[in-house]
């Protein structure tokens, strides 16, 4: 046995600075006022009783400090400190001086806490129930907040970036030790780059970064793992402003970002007795910056103990401290190139290929014509180190490559990197082929051609109508949905409807501006991958979905098309209804129904009690996604196939009844086809292997995500929520249940065994048969159906799923799997 159970565990726990806190007398106010001295043993508590405001004195610590903490959590409760720099002693108080300026007394010096210019000296500070603490004068304008001044904690409502035009830098500094408020080392900043992104830095030196919000749509990925579904993030940019904040969508949730004294950047929540690790960044060595060093390559999975390594034709700078396990001197060159030496003679420098690697930072891209131009541009470009390639952008990385990361083979997203050697270090390394990426040359027939006349009334009608849309806000819903429900019309009808010409309302931009308070972001209801979607308000008092498709996306247009057309024909009462769109300008929105109850990924994956789904609620709405999706198989004479099948592109309505929504991604097939793509869209983890590997979908690469979403409502664990990818993930997880006859044990356990053991028993069976290897095997969804609804059927066995190889040489036995949600723990198998 070559890997043993020891594991190292990389424990990120929760600081806890659990706190000596003084018992103070109960407050009765919220306010201090002039004349008023907040001392050592008084406190004054937001009017909701969220937070307090009062003396702290960290554990093991002769020192005081004037912190707002809450009011009823005992454990790390402190979120921001008045006098980082400067502790004081009990005899200390709090008072707002003669000048209106709110000061801190310590015997004859004064601590000034705001240092404003004032006029008038009838001010007073308020605690609000948000944990800001306000400064305002008589006429309750506010002069002065603590949410302008950070300390290590990124409080709902606060900001993260800058805003030039009030002189405003909303920055966070980590402590200095768990029991040291004191500045430390980190900071947490909005990155002053063109890039989008928030960067921790260690003094001046990158420690760790975000990656670019929005990135190619990609919004919720941004930053990696973190719960997107309770937190309504928001970036406001500007010419002079750029800052990210959020709230939380439900106000009764105590949650909250902290930048801890090592550096890293935790997302926690209060669930009853602790602190919920909801998320830690960096979670990984290899996401710290140059955690190795220049010319080396990283690797998270590395089941052996050291996460670096050099590349091939490198070497340990210093061979003494690398083997200390000190990567930053980096790697060197064992030979050097030819056209360093400028010695003519000796061999062609080459280029070798490291495969399913995240590719370093600092490249430079341009657009060329070919592979062989990209090739050429680095061998000609002596101080080129390597290059890679993809759709005619070419990128180019000179000097040290930072930060490159080798990806394990089951995670397909990393690209191509050819890395410039000389010949002499050429001919010993033979290209590895590690599992590679196959893409099967495009094939795909334009959706046109299915749906042309449809489309071609559209915009016919387009044209006629063009600048007087309807006004949204006198628009009838309720007839609108009426007329268009109808559940399963007879084959015969829905071939009719399929000819029938499509009428789509078109609304005026500024009805719908209206409606939305100008897109305002209390109306936000989340971020969509094509762009965010609001809540729009009718005279009425409708309620509609908006979904704006981002401007800069290139795809919006084409989009907006597929999925206009597409949903505008079905009729389903387990897909979401499209009411209309507005099309002005660059403009491109798309108006639906509202769902009161967001999305299914908002009540799957969290540990509360509140949450929890009942067993009952849950069996519906396994049945209206498997009606919905066979619907969509079962269209007229062809196959929808939704390709992007996930917990988060099901909506819930006011009874929980779930709807698919996002068409953006699907195509559409006839009869039993199957199709190739270059262009692999979708979500990782729900993919099926043909489709994730290959790009070939068919409505088997759909019931393959069916299949994973189904054991995510039977778990209540995210597929893809695990670090480590050679992890087991949830469905050999599942499987590995299945195998040694104990499936139930795959409940969500805060069901607490309220559930029915036979149907839970058959959902898992037909989940595994969903997820099988090969999609020929794979059920239809009309099988699904009958599978998950006749309690006497006799289902096969499944064999063992996809996605398995990676791990099997793994000893699953040993490997419990660390998926719980409320405590992310991250393991590592290292051999004794
Ligand atoms: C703090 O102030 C309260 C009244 O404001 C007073 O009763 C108490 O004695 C003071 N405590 C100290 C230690 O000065
Ligand atoms: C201070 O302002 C409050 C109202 O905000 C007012 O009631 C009070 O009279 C003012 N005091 C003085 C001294 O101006
Ligand atoms: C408060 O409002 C009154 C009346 O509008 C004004 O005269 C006064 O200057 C204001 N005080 C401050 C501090 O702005
Ligand atoms: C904000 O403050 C940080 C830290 O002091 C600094 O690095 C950054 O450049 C500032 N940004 C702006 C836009 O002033
Ligand atoms: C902070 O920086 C100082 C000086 O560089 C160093 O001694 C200390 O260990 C650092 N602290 C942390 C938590 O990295
Ligand atoms: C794992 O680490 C070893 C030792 O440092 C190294 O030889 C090997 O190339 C690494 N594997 C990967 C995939 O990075
Ligand atoms: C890393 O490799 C590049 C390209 O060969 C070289 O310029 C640089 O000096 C190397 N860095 C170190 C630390 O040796
Ligand atoms: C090529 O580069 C452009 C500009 O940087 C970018 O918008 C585009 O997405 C890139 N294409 C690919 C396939 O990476
Ligand atoms: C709506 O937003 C646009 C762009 O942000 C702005 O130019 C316009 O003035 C706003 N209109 C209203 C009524 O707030
Ligand atoms: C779903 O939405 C309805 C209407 O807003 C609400 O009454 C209900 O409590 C919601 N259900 C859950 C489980 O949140």
Redesign the pocket.
Known sequence: MVFSETRFLYTFMLLMFSSHVLKYPEAATDTITPGHHLNSSATIVSAGEMFELGFYQPTNSMNYYMAIMYKNIQEDRVVWIANRDYSVTPSAFLYIGDDGNLAIRHGSIIYMVTDLKLTNSNVSATLLDSGNLVLRDENSSVLWQSFDFPSHTFLPGMKLGYDSRIGKNWSYISWRSSNDPSPGNFTLQLDPGPEKQIVILNGDEIFWRSGAWGD?GNLFEFPPGIRMDMYNFNFVSGSDTAYLTYQLYRKDLISRFMLDATGRLTQVLWSDKEWSLLNIQPGQPCDVSKYCGANSSCSNSNLSLSFCSCLPGFEPSSAELWNKGDFKEGCSRKNYLKCDMERPGTAEDGFLELSNVKLPRNQQ?R?VQSFRECRSACSSDCSCSGFSY????CSIWRGDLINLQQLPADDISGENFYLKLAAADLGTHKSKSNIRRTIIVSVTVPITTIFGSALFIWQVKKKRDKGKGQDLLTFDVTMSLAVRTENKPSKRRRQAEHEKEVEIPLFSFSSVSTATDNFSFSNKLGEGGFGPVYKGKLLKGDEVAVKRLSRKS?QGWDELKNEAMLIAKLQHKNLVKLLGCCIEGDEKILIYEYLPNKSLDRFLFVTIAIFLLPWQTRVRIIEGIAQGLLYLHQYSRVQIIHRDLKASNILLDEDMNPKISDFGMARILRGSEQRATDRIVGTYGYMAPEYALEGVFSVKSDVFSFGVLLLEILSGIKNTGLYLSNSLNLIGYAWDLWTSNRPLELMNTDLQHKYCPNAATRYINTALLCVEERAADRPTMLDVVMMLNNELAILPSPVQPAFLNARSRLDSSQRIPEISHNKLTISVVVPR
């Open positions: 190619e891209t657009v993809t759709n005619r952008n290139g």
